[in-house]
């Protein structure tokens, strides 16, 4: 029978789910900008679980079942640099060999700088849904580096080794083969202070992604119309001061522009999945989330790790600490609960 | 049956959990289990229980710690100058066993079995007195003036000499004035007397105070001290221990149970589980473990 | 969101050269090369001076001068600095006065200024033969294009699209000319698109004033056709 147990059932992870909620409402939003050419788009977004739970099962893996979120608040900023447009110049008076000796003055439809900024409200309108399946698994790490050093010797010695970071660029490049060194050598640098610390001998703890699938399932009908309808939203934005009467006039006298703002948007039918590439592809943000989850269900870094020669008690004044040797460490996860077992010898 | 039938998390550690990290803690930390005087201090060899010594740690000469707390040497009643005995003591065999009782074999005094939801508690207590040869004390015996004793008054007709100035004592006796023992009185290695005593305690945990402010602590059922003769002695000493442990030991190992009520960022609250009759001891002693028991609330 | 699109575009309906607007551009000709000094006005105030040379070597023959420029509320570039400006022009000795701003009732004054004595050479409230004067009305309607002291007149209808679209090629259509001569303006009636240049030739001095007759009439027409 192992020394000691330790045992979380479902609904424990369920209160953690609904934990977990409760404070990703209270982060404030987060924001970024992206450029392209004269367009640009910021977002700024906050998040609200709404549903979901873990389920235990009985093939050792832990379940995470449709954990929605919605976006409370998520203000799409749509930014429009736009060129000048001007009217007159003409040439009234040419004369052969002098060419054009008199224009007609030049007007500037646009009054002054003109940048425009859409603010497009989604907050409520979007739920994403997170699924996915994980295991738990435990590794112990021995580094290369301790050498013949004593279990305490160890405790006290720095890892100054190039061990850990020379695995995860062993680990990376294998995985991502088409990733260019330097960015190796970077996602490497920058996930190495999770894990090193001193030459002792680690247990080490994994959630390893089985699988997961982070989509936008739904948006509403409301919102739906408004991106589709965007390049309308922005003109009218731009005509709102022009009497009614003149409307139509300054419409074919910008008609460029709307061209060039109905190219670069390009909202197609499936706003779902035009949204989803535009938050995916130019942000990345659905990769951010998804790589806060990953970062922590990535095979590299363990999401814990301890000692297996424990450190039960340290000492300030030079004594040495005691350290307790913990083995045959085993995560279980079944139906009813996820056990972590050990020995102390 | 889940460990988790009845809370959300669930802990355990076998007596053999405790036992090994006592076991470490000597091992590592053997100074806080091996006491001794100067000479013992610096010829180990010397301390009655080896066995503990030869398991220290390696690692703990080579990171330079101590193995023997040096203690001041023992003062001598009626004896003011600078000698005093020497002696070693040694705490070992240290170890814990919850219900149902398989590792130790509790003296009938202690009314054995163990009973439920109890722990015993034993230990070997060895202690040295490195006793003087009589020559070296003849040796070393203080110089005190003789005593003269007058045994006729002044009126008496038979007479005695009278004492000499130095034998004349002044205004009676004056204060017994000790002096730290400074120097050790010389001893034969093959005269240190060693003996040991066994103690068991059995203990139990029992919630406590007022139900909103509820508190664990720890009750004494008994203990016992293995075979001293006389009995009185034995018995008297076990009444100081009880004294010792009920006053001044174990009321200052209460725990609040408030204390145990972890708020995470004020979206997580883990609690101890209700005692119920699902969960009727938190924590619990069975199994040869203690058990907790705890709830998680979002 | 701030206003992108310039106000003074929709400002004014109607207009004339004696106090002109955005609606309206007046062009004259040099003919004697020296230093002119200029005045703009707005109603009784002077809101500004410039100095102008002109010199037949000189490489340009046109200088565009904005009066709202010389508003220093407008002009915020401008802010602390005076309102006196100095401009060159060669060549044919154009003057292309016009305001780009909403501001209303402006007159331009050029003095000459030689060795002997300061005159007065140019007045825009008094066209002087041989002057242009530029009309680009953005609002649909029926306009009258009227001589201020002889009856000539003419009729401008400026076309609303009604419920089609309006050409793509809007503002930058070709203008549409026009003389004044003493028997009356040539043509007398004019059709023409939103932001479309109307040139009046000027051959008899004085002043034009633009009225707008009937801002509905050309959404009327419009819709029946």
New interface residues.
């Given amino acids: ?9 479902e ?2 992870f369920n ?9 990703l409402e ?1 982060l404030p939003p987060f924001s970024d900008t992206g450029s392209f050419g004269p367009f640009s788009l910021r977002y700024d977004l906050g998040f609200r679980l709404v549903d979901g739970s873990v389920d235990l099962t009985n093939t050792g893996r832990v379940h995470i079942d449709e954990l929605q979120l919605t976006y409370d608040p998520f203000i799409l900023t749509f930014g429009i640099d ?1 060129p000048h ?1 001007h ?2 110049g ?1 040439c ?2 040419w ?1 052969p060999i ?1 060419g054009c ?5 030049e ?6 700088n ?5 603010p497009v409200n989604l907050s409520h309108t979007i739920v994403s849904e997170f699924s996915g399946e994980f295991t738990v698994t435990t590794r112990k790490q021995i580094l290369v580096a301790k050498g013949t050093l ?4 160890a405790h006290a010695t720095p890892d100054t080794s190039n061990e850990i970071r020379d695995g995860f660029r062993t680990i990376i490049s294998s995985t991502l083969p088409f990733l260019p060194a330097a960015q190796v050598n970077a996602l490497a640098d920058a996930l190495v202070p999770y894990v090193k610390s001193n030459l002792a001998d680690k247990w080490q703890f994994f959630l390893d992604d089985v699988w997961h699938d982070f989509d936008l399932i739904d948006i509403e009908a409301t919102a739906a119309n408004i991106l589709r309808n965007l390049v309308d939203l922005i003109i009218d ?7 009614d ?2 409307k ?6 910008i ?1 460029p522009i709307i061209s060039a703002i109905e190219a670069i948007l390009d909202i197609p039918d499936d706003i779902l999945e035009w949204l989803s590439s535009v938050l995916q592809t130019s942000f990345g943000l659905l990769d951010v989330i998804a790589q806060f989850i990953i970062n922590f269900i990535g095979s590299m870094v363990p999401f814990y790790q301890f000692e297996s020669n424990y450190p ?2 340290e000492d300030s004044t ?8 913990v083995e045959k460490l085993a995560v279980a996860v ?1 139906d ?2 996820l ?1 972590v077992s050990a ?3 | 049956m ?4 009845h ?8 007596e ?2 405790f036992n ?2 006592v076991l ?2 000597q091992q ?2 053997p ?1 806080l289990f091996n006491y001794g005087t100067i000479s013992f201090v610096r010829n180990r060899h010397l301390l009655c229980d080896q066995a503990i010594i030869r398991a220290v ?4 000469e ?4 101590p193995i023997i707390t040096e203690r001041p040497l023992l003062s001598i009643p009626g004896y003011s100058g600078p000698f005093g005995l020497e002696y070693c003591f040694q705490l070992s065999e240290l170890s814990i066993d919850f219900h149902p009782g398989n590792v130790h074999s509790l003296p009938p005094e202690l009314n054995p079995p163990l009973k439920a939801q109890r722990f015993s508690l034993k230990g070997r207590a060895c202690a040295g007195l490195a006793c003087p040869r009589s020559e070296i004390l003849n040796r070393i015996e203080p110089q005190e003036r003789a005593f003269f004793p007058s045994f006729f008054g002044s009126d008496s007709p038979i007479r005695q000499p009278k004492p000499d100035r130095e034998d004349r004592k002044e205004g009676g006796e004056g204060p017994i004035s000790v002096m730290t023992p400074s120097h050790p009185i010389p001893f034969d290695p093959k005269n240190i007397i060693c003996f040991c005593l066994d103690l068991f305690v059995v203990l139990r945990i029992e919630r406590s105070g007022p139900s909103a402010d509820p508190m664990l602590a720890l009750r004494l059922d008994n203990l016992e001290i293995v075979d001293v003769k006389p009995a009185g002695l034995e018995d008297a000493v076990e009444c100081y221990l009880k004294t010792v442990l009920m006053m001044g030991v174990l009321p200052k190992i209460k725990l609040a149970l408030r204390a145990f009520v972890f708020s ?5 609250t883990i609690q101890p589980t209700p005692i119920s009759p699902a969960v009727p001891f938190n924590p619990a002693i069975e199994q040869d473990q203690i058990k907790v028991f705890i709830n ?3 | ?10 400002t004014h309906r109607e207009g004339t050269t004696e106090g002109f607007n ?1 609606l309206c ?1 007046i ?1 004259h000709q040099l003919r004697d090369e020296g230093i002119y000094s200029g005045e703009i006005q707005r109603g009784k105030n002077l809101i500004g001076n410039f100095t102008l040379c002109f010199d037949k070597k000189f490489p340009t ?2 200088v ?1 001068i ?1 009066a709202a420029k010389f508003d220093p509320l407008f002009n915020k570039e401008s802010c602390g600095q005076s309102g006196e400006q100095t401009f060159e022009v060669g ?2 000795g ?1 003057l ?1 006065l ?1 305001t ?1 701003g909403s501001h209303a009732d402006l007159r331009v004054k050029l003095y000459r200024r030689d060795e002997k004595k300061v005159e007065r050479s140019y007045d825009t409230a008094n066209l002087s033969t041989g002057d ?1 004067v ?1 009309f ?1 009305l ?3 309607g029926s306009y009258r294009v009227q001589h201020t002291t002889e009856k000539h007149g003419m009729t401008l209808a400026v076309r609303s ?1 009604g419920e089609r ?4 090629g ?3 259509f ?2 549409i000319n026009v003389k004044l001569t003493p028997r009356g303006f040539d043509p007398a009636q004019v059709e023409q698109w ?2 479309q ?1 109307l ?1 009046i030739q000027i051959e008899i001095p004085g002043a034009l004033r633009l009225e707008l007759r009937d ?1 509905k009439a050309a ?1 009327k027409k419009a819709k029946r056709r």
């Fill in positions: 029978m192992p020394t000691v147990n330790l045992a979380v059932n609904r424990a209160e953690v789910i609904k934990g977990l909620g409760k404070k209270s736009l447009i009217v007159g003409e009234i008076l004369i002098k000796v008199l224009h007609l003055p007007i500037d439809i646009w009054g002054g003109p940048d425009i900024t859409v004593s279990d305490h010797q934005k731009i005509l709102a001061p022009v009497p009467l003149l139509d006039i300054v419409k074919a006298i008609s039960m008690i030079g004594l040495i600490p005691v350290l307790v040797p079944d009813d609960e056990t020995d102390i010898l | 889940a460990l988790t039938d809370c959300d998390v669930f802990g355990s550690v076998h053999k959990g090994n990290v470490h803690l590592q930390r100074s740690d390696p690692d703990v080579l990171f330079g710690n995470i960022e004020n979206f997580l998680v609330t979002a | 969101m701030k206003n992108v699109l310039n106000p003074a575009l929709f955005n551009t062009i023959h046109e565009h904005d060549g044919q154009y292309v016009y780009s242009m530029v680009r953005a609002r649909p699209a679209k309006y050409p793509s809007l503002g930058k070709p203008p939103p932001f240049a040139i801002e959404s």
